[in-house]
């Protein structure tokens, strides 16, 4: 069963959620929103993009029992392709998600071998928002041993990441670092994440791999792991009934896979 999913880079509210749930046929599983560091949460940048707010949203999120799912937003810093600057940005995240949900890592996350669990997705796109111009092998190496190795919350409890890789189908230069990380370092991300829009379509689609696979389309890269996250349409319209708009992303899990109950592991719902 094809299993719905969204992500916004505003503060998701009632229009937004009720419009993907009229698309989809049911209510999204998971919503994405952005962090960066703990002092950003809240914020509004200079291009409009609002930074998850724990005082607006954990209340939505908790009311709607829908699940978060943290997407990494720092783009320009991917670009320097630096080990010691994905480490960083990978501690910096996790503490924004920790400090956004309470502050204490063992609730509500996913607690397992003594360690407590959140998925992170690291959005993996050029300063403009386009397909980053290089590989980046060594950030996505140091951010994802970041996740790894996780933070404490006051009490020493640890929250680490489920990590994922988001970018568009054609991002070769995502893919290639996605391969050159596992094939070099020997580690690669939990999940995939692919973006690959079909012109007006909001319904949950039939999954097709032409879409999907990394190695269809231009890039012909075979990353040695499934997709399990399709964004299938991007800045779908929402318009209220007073006359606002919003731009909604809208995402299908791979029904070949069981995604979703891993999500509802690490994807946590707020307090």
């Keep these: 069963m094809a299993t719905g999913y969204a992500d916004s880079s505003v ?4 229009a937004m959620y009720n419009q993907v749930k009229t698309w989809q ?17 809240g914020t509004t940048t200079s291009s409009g993009l609002q930074y998850y707010d724990p005082g607006t949203e954990n209340g939505f999120f908790h009311s709607n029992s829908l699940r978060l799912l ?10 320097t392709n630096d080990y010691t600057t994905g480490h960083n940005d990978a501690q910096l995240n996790l503490k924004a998600v920790l400090k956004a949900l309470g502050g204490n890592a063992t609730t509500p996350f996913f607690a397992a071998n003594g360690k407590h669990y ?3 997705m690291l959005d993996c796109e050029s300063t403009s928002g386009g397909i980053p111009s290089a590989t980046f092998t060594n950030y996505l ?21 489920w990590t994922g890789v988001y970018s568009a189908q054609s991002a070769c230069t995502t893919w290639t670092s996605v391969v050159d990380c596992a094939n ?34 231009t ?37 070949n896979l069981d995604f979703h109950t891993a999500l509802g592991q690490y994807a946590p719902i707020p307090n």
């Excluded at 503060?11 to 009632?14: E, K, Y």
């Excluded at 046929?25 to 949460?41: E, I, T």
């Excluded at 190496?141 to 990441?161: I, R």
Aim: net charge negative; charged share 15%; hydrophobic share 35%.
């Design 70 to 79: 943290p997407i990494a937003r720092q783009e320009s810093n991917i670009a």
């Design 25 to 41: 046929g049911h209510a999204p599983y998971g919503w994405g929103r952005y962090f960066y560091s703990a002092a950003d949460n």
């Design 184 to 217: 070099t370092y020997g580690i690669r991300p939990d999940f995939i994440d692919v973006a690959s829009w079909i012109t007006g379509q909001t319904a949950l689609p039939t999954w097709n791999e032409a879409y999907t696979s990394t190695k269809e389309g």
């Design 11 to 14: 503060i998701v509210n009632s």
């Design 118 to 120: 959140c998925a992170f």
């Design 219 to 255: 890039c012909d890269i075979a990353l040695g792991q499934s997709t399990v996250l399709w964004q299938y349409a991007g800045n779908a319209v929402v318009t209220t009934s007073s006359g606002q708009t919003y731009y909604v992303d809208l995402d299908e899990g791979n029904p």
């Design 141 to 161: 190496h140091g951010w994802l041993e970041g996740m790894g190795k996780g933070v404490t919350d006051s009490s020493g409890n640890l929250l680490v990441g």
